[in-house]
């Protein structure tokens, strides 16, 4: 617990969402400003009636009819994945740019891409509807950049 509060800390003095992943109850206890769902997490109903309204975000890997659900359960983010090789997790599922425009043809919930995005990949997928990247390996695996060089690479 206390290695959450010093990253809600460092999340807050950079002016950064703080988002727990799979865990609602943690998310709660932290005060974090919300909390990501896998498909085999808990069902975002129950998640809502845990955090209010706290965001929820739910994962939808390649999926329109995922994401239908998600943004029917009110979900104020569908995550989309992964676009690419990643070192974080072995890729189950791969997604397309193809998922994201169709997505923004009928909703404007915000979406997310995931999945081994960095420095060379990362503006196609904003360029093709992603509002927001999940970036993990490249920065925190990266063997070329220390963390904030692979930061300042993204800009």
């Known amino acids: 617990m206390i290695i959450g509060e010093k990253i809600k800390n460092i999340c807050k003095k950079n002016k950064v969402k703080f988002i727990i992943n799979d865990d609602p109850l943690l998310a709660l206890k932290l005060d974090a400003d919300g909390c990501h769902l896998g498909q085999k997490d808990v069902n975002i109903k129950i998640a809502r009636k845990i955090l209010g309204k706290k965001i929820i975000g739910i994962t939808c890997h390649n999926s329109v009819y995922l994401a239908k659900k998600a943004i029917k359960a009110k979900a104020d983010y ?61 920065i925190w695996k990266n063997k070329k950049y220390k963390p904030l060089q692979a930061v300042e690479r993204l800009k």
């Not at 169709?102 to 999945?115: C, D, L, R, S």
């Open 78 to 138: 569908i995550a989309f994945g992964a676009f690419n090789q990643s070192k974080t997790k072995k890729t189950k599922y791969v997604a397309s740019v193809k998922i994201l425009n169709k997505v923004k043809k009928f909703t404007k919930t915000p979406t997310v891409a995931i999945g081994g995005i960095n420095a060379v990949n990362y503006k196609n997928l904003l360029l093709n509807n992603a509002n927001f990247l999940a970036i993990s390996s490249y």
